[in-house]
């Protein structure tokens, strides 16, 4: 018999099918049968899966989703939101204009897949071919399958945008067991500077199961800035996905939040294309109750003196699990090549979970290659230190907790953000993600 | 150097290649449960021992050979295998004076010491030639000190009571593939037994050789350790030189009680195969040690240098408090050949303790993958685990992997895990040849200093024997 959440999606695609945008494409509605067949094939992946290992989601299969009906009124947007001058808001998986703000100076070219997916050239068909068509697993299957929206986004060669454009993926909750999907590709022609931060975050405690997936291309010389903070309800599966190719002399500086969700798993698959392409990435899971999140980044480096350095901080409290995959590859000939990793984990709490797998392939000599992975806990002399000048044990903890936090907190790039970051995680001092929720 | 010359090396690189021409009784290739009686039935076996072969037989049938490892391996036909093989003998030799001359000199070729002069090295040896275990020494020494060193078979003859009470408890014949494998036809290895507050007087070594053609060969090993004993175990292995893959599957079981320490040491020798990957032997090992007892130790130190695929995670189980495990290694892939190996701690006891040195060498055309599991349970209280793993790459076609699984339940618990990958420099090389070192020589002195702090848990003549045979297996990396 076929699992709930399998002939779930089949029946609520039979009976979408129609509406979704594109479906007056044949190669496109012959794309999202054969992808949604594939992935009722394989299923959710389970333990035996090495990827999925500590992440099995073969459980999910027993509860089903529906996909999201009409469009749901977007909740008030938080004020430094609001604030902002470039922003795109996806709501349930679909593109939000009236709450998105591009002005036309802005010197980006947008797009919501929805559109090019009814109306496009042959230019176009090509690239939006290949975005629906990558990806072989599970996940790529479902998502290609279902996800009806998303972003084209694309700088020009030579520009520099300034302002950041803020991403916002909403979900609006006003119904319990939604799945929603959403597809994007991210181009930085040569050249281009972008900076992007990515809000993940829902209007409710309803459970809800949501993909995102996408693909980010830096041609020759481009330049990004990607922030992304995930604070979705207590009972939200996000399952994302970002591709990410860097040609020569590329650049990339990746900073992810991971804070909400009851599931997340977040990854981050780069490839180091071009010489002299650089990636760094860097991540926090700070984790409380019953959530599992599950943080993963590979970089593929193919080219000679390519370089990444990827750090990750863990904290794990009461009931929660965090768990980490960091692959750092090198292939043969890519001379030169350094790649750096170190994931490090606190762990606090008798019933919470580390596990952590850092992994190194190396195909080429001439290399300086090299990771660590520590698990531990809050250092009992320093707490002590803090407890003797008068600090609460709360507050001595969260000030512990924050510094071993801050080499990636600090890359957070503005004030008011930061503040707001520590805002929406309930802190009522300026510590970022350092205390207990009051 | 000329062509031919460096050719001429590299043939004899392998120095324990040859194949002695000894009668063989020899079980026809094919499994099934004819073939585990008939084993059973020539080694006189007990019938609860039978029993236990045919169950782990028919788990085996169940199971699919494991595909995880990072190894590309050709299919192995496991009828086309003979599953024992015995150097031919009128009667059981009761002393080496009626050992056949023979596989006396075999031994001898291969450096293994039989005789006497063994007494100056301290060493005690039982040497299995390809199923059989041929010759035991010092077993009146060892006897006086109450220490059981015996092969196998002997050991189900002779103390049934201690073997049916400790076989399959660390490795059960379900725990994998090839372990279920080698519960069924397993053919002889070496049985020790420490009783009591006894420290072994001699380093304890087995010596194994797979002669025969078309054979696999299936060694078990159990050693014992009662409270507060101390044992140091050797093992050795080489095979003859052959175009076709030769399986060793063996399943090796420690058991330490109360305060008591095994240090268990291998120098892997067997054929790699040729500078094509022709050949070779495929190591696919079970070892694991079970610190039961508290403040109980386990230490485990292998030089792996030879065969075409090595596939092994020597591992302890940290049951007892304050019990501990080391692991050591070295591993050399060169030419074609693959090594998936490291180790697994599992701490459950309170305060135990653990640790990982793994350096890995790659040349040619090896791939040499760490693979490594530190897990810590709810129980094991202020648990420690250091890891270090480093790997060094001679020659821009080789691999080195490195693939560590932390799994942390305590928040009592430290864990530390680092790596490295590195290459000999050209500035290493430079100021060695500056100094008059020619290039074969430096590699060898930048290999030693590399694996110095392995070589160190090694007995003396293991360490120098492991440096030889690191120099021998790394001659033509480069240049």
Redesign the interface.
């Known amino acids: 018999m076929i699992a709930p959440l399998l002939q779930g999606f089949l029946d609520e695609f039979e009976r979408l099918e129609a509406a979704m945008p594109g479906y007056e494409q044949a190669w496109l509605r012959q794309l999202r049968r054969d992808r949604l067949d594939a992935f009722v094939t394989s299923g959710l992946p389970g333990r035996r899966e ?1 990827a999925w290992k500590y992440t099995p989601l073969k459980g999910l299969e027993q509860r089903a989703f529906a996909l999201p009906r009409g469009s749901a009124l977007p909740p008030p947007l938080p004020p430094p939101l609001d604030a902002v001058r470039h922003r795109l808001v996806f709501v349930d998986g679909r593109f939000a204009p009236e709450s998105s703000r591009l002005p036309a100076d802005a010197e980006i070219e947008f797009l919501p897949l929805s559109e090019v997916f009814r109306n496009h050239d042959a230019a176009a068909r090509f690239r939006i071919a290949r975005l629906m068509g990558s990806g072989e697993d599970a996940l790529d299957h479902l998502n290609a399958a279902l996800a009806t929206d998303g972003l084209l986004l694309r700088v020009p060669a030579g520009r520099s945008v300034r302002e950041p454009v803020h991403l916002v993926y909403l979900g609006s909750k006003q119904s319990s067991g939604r799945a929603w999907h959403l597809r994007g590709l991210i181009e930085l022609e040569g050249g281009a500077r972008l900076r992007i931060v990515e809000h993940f975050y829902d209007g409710g405690e309803e459970a809800e199961l949501s993909s995102v997936i996408n693909e980010i291309q830096l041609a020759a010389d481009a330049e990004l800035e990607l922030v992304r903070f995930q604070d979705m309800g207590a009972r939200s599966i996000l399952l994302s996905r970002t591709r990410l190719q860097v040609e020569a002399r590329g650049r990339l500086r990746i900073t992810a939040i991971d804070r909400g969700g009851e599931l997340v798993r977040s990854e981050w698959l780069t490839t180091l294309r071009g010489r002299e392409a650089h990636g760094d990435i860097a991540g926090v899971a700070r984790l409380r109750g019953r959530q599992h999140a599950d943080q993963v980044v590979e970089v593929r480096h193919l080219e000679r003196d390519t370089s990444a350095e990827v750090r990750f901080r863990g904290v794990a409290e009461d009931q929660s699990r965090a768990v980490f995959t960091g692959t750092l590859h090198v292939a ?2 890519a ?1 030169g090549a350094e790649t750096r990793l170190s994931s490090r ?1 606190l ?4 019933q ?26 809050l250092d009992p002399e320093a707490l002590f230190y803090l407890r003797s000048r008068g600090f609460s044990e709360t507050m001595a903890r969260a000030i512990l907790i924050g510094a071993f936090l801050e080499e990636i907190s600090i890359r957070l790039p503005e004030p008011r953000f930061a503040e707001w970051v520590s805002s929406r995680m309930g802190l009522d001092h300026p510590l970022p993600w350092g205390g207990e929720k009051t | 150097m000329s062509n031919r010359e460096i050719h001429d090396r590299l043939a004899r690189r392998y120095e324990h290649g040859f194949e002695t021409a000894i009668e063989t009784d020899i079980v026809p290739p094919g499994l099934d449960e004819s073939v585990i009686r008939l084993i059973s039935e020539k080694k006189e076996e007990p019938e609860w021992l039978t029993e236990w072969r045919l169950k782990a037989y028919r788990h085996w049938l169940s199971m699919e050979e494991p595909r995880w490892a990072k190894l590309r391996i050709e299919p192995i036909d496991y009828q086309a295998i003979s599953y024992y093989a015995a150097p031919q003998q009128k009667k059981r030799p009761r002393s080496l004076e009626e050992v056949d001359p023979k596989l006396l000199q075999t031994f001898e070729r291969l450096g293994v010491p039989l005789h006497e002069r063994a007494r100056l090295a301290g060493v005690a040896v039982d040497a299995v030639f390809d199923s059989v275990s041929v010759a035991t020494t010092f077993k009146e020494e060892l006897a006086a000190a109450g220490v059981i060193f015996c092969s196998f078979s002997e050991a189900v003859r002779e103390h049934p009571e201690l073997v049916r009470k400790y076989l399959g408890t660390v490795v059960p014949y379900t725990d994998n593939f090839f372990a279920a494998l080698n519960s069924a036809v397993f053919s002889d290895g070496s049985f020790v037994y420490v009783p009591k507050g006894v420290r072994c007087p001699l380093e304890l070594s087995t010596y194994f050789r797979i002669n025969a053609r078309d054979t696999g060969q299936f060694e078990r090993t159990l050693i014992i350790c009662e409270e507060g004993a101390y044992v140091s175990y050797l093992e050795g292995c080489t095979a003859p030189m052959r175009d076709e893959n030769q399986l060793h599957a063996a399943v090796v079981e420690l058991i330490a009680l109360d305060e008591a320490e095994i240090k268990y040491s291998t120098v892997q020798n067997w054929y790699p195969g040729d500078e094509e990957g022709r050949g070779g032997i495929y190591n696919f090992v079970t070892k694991r040690g079970d610190c039961r007892g508290r403040r109980s130790r386990i230490s485990w130190t292998q030089v792996e240098t030879g065969s075409a695929i090595t596939w092994k995670y020597p591992s302890c189980i940290l049951r007892g408090e304050e019990s501990s495990g080391e692991f050591h290694s070295v591993a050399l892939t060169h030419h074609r050949q693959q090594a998936d190996t490291g180790t697994k701690m599992i701490h459950i006891g309170k305060r135990t303790r653990s640790k990982i040195v793994s350096k890995g060498i790659s040349a040619g055309h090896g791939q040499n993958t760490y693979r490594g599991l530190v897990r810590v349970l709810p129980t094991a209280e202020g648990a420690r685990n250091h890891t270090q793993c480093d790997s060094l790459l001679i020659g821009s076609h080789c691999g080195a992997h490195t693939f560590p699984y932390i799994e942390v339940r305590n928040p009592t618990a430290i864990v530390e895990h680092e790596a490295t990958t590195s290459r000999i420099s050209e500035e290493q090389l430079f100021y060695c040849r500056s100094r008059g070192i020619d290039e074969e020589n430096a590699v060898a002195l930048i290999v030693d200093g590399f694996c110095r702090q392995v070589f160190k848990e090694l007995p003396m003549e293991f360490a120098i024997e492991a440096k030889k045979l690191l120099e021998l297996s790394l001659e033509g990396a480069v240049g």
Do not use: F, K, M, Y
């Open positions: 090495e043969p000939g001379s984990n762990l606090l709490s008798p919470a979970e580390v596990d952590t797998r850092p992994v190194l392939e190396i195909h080429h000599d001439e290399v300086v290659a090299a990771h660590g992975a520590t698990v531990g806990q």
